[in-house]
Every structure is written in structure tokens, then in C-alpha cells.
């Protein structure tokens, strides 16, 4: 069974960066489109960046824009996710995952960041 891990989370300042990542090898990493998803307290879970199975094509979320770059190694079958820039209302449990995944309500554990002065 696929088990997705990320790590990479932690505590910072506003401004700051962290690079997160995810992945695991069972899963058929390079014909999956991957995700990275946000979920704060009291609020759904939301869907972050995108990018597809080459890497080519990416989406953002309209408040990340501009701060976070999703990048893949689809020979590591690792998914990373640059933040730059960090907000305090970046602050939540993030989360990879394929749209399949996603779909049947398979998630991994999550790496926390929280932003704080």
C-alpha cells in the first residue's frame, strides 16, 4: 500500500523559507500528477500547487503565488515544495498527495510548519 511521507516542516519566522518534501517508491510516481495540500485548524483541507507527471505544467493556489515553487525528481519519486516568503497564515499541516489518493481519502501523516515571531 502507497504511504506517502513528507517531511521538511518546522517552526520559522515570517519571511523565512522551508523546503518540504515527499515521496515514496511504491507508488507509480512518474505517471502521477502530484499535489501538496494545506490544512489549518478549523478550516478544510485545500489544495496548494499542482504539477504534472513531467513536471511541466504547475498551479498554484492564488495565495501562494509568486512564493512557493513545486518542483519534482521523478527519478528520487520525491515531490518538493519550495516556500518563500512564509506568513504567519501559512501556519497548517502540509500534506502530498495524487488526485487518486485524494479521492478515496488516503493521506499520509503531514509535515507541521508553523510561522511565529
Known amino acids: 500500500q502507497v504511504q506517502l511521507v513528507e517531511s521538511g516542516g518546522g517552526l520559522v519566522q515570517p519571511g523565512e523559507s522551508l523546503i518540504l518534501s515527499c515521496g515514496d517508491s511504491?507508488?507509480?510516481?512518474?505517471?502521477?500528477?502530484m499535489n501538496w495540500y494545506r490544512q489549518a485548524p478549523g478550516k478544510e483541507r485545500e489544495l496548494v500547487a499542482s504539477?504534472?507527471?513531467?513536471?511541466?505544467?504547475?498551479h498554484y493556489a492564488d495565495s501562494v503565488k509568486g512564493r512557493f515553487t513545486i518542483s519534482r525528481d521523478n527519478a528520487k519519486s520525491t515531490v518538493y515544495l519550495q516556500m518563500d516568503s512564509l506568513k504567519p497564515e501559512d501556519t497548517a499541516m502540509y500534506y502530498c498527495?495524487?488526485?487518486?489518493?485524494?479521492?478515496?481519502?488516503?493521506w499520509g501523516q503531514g509535515t507541521q510548519v508553523t510561522v511565529s515571531s
Open positions: 498527495n495524487t488526485p487518486g489518493l485524494a479521492y478515496v481519502d488516503s
Open positions: 511504491r507508488l507509480a510516481f512518474s505517471r502521477n500528477q
Open positions: 504539477i504534472t507527471p513531467t513536471g511541466r505544467v504547475t
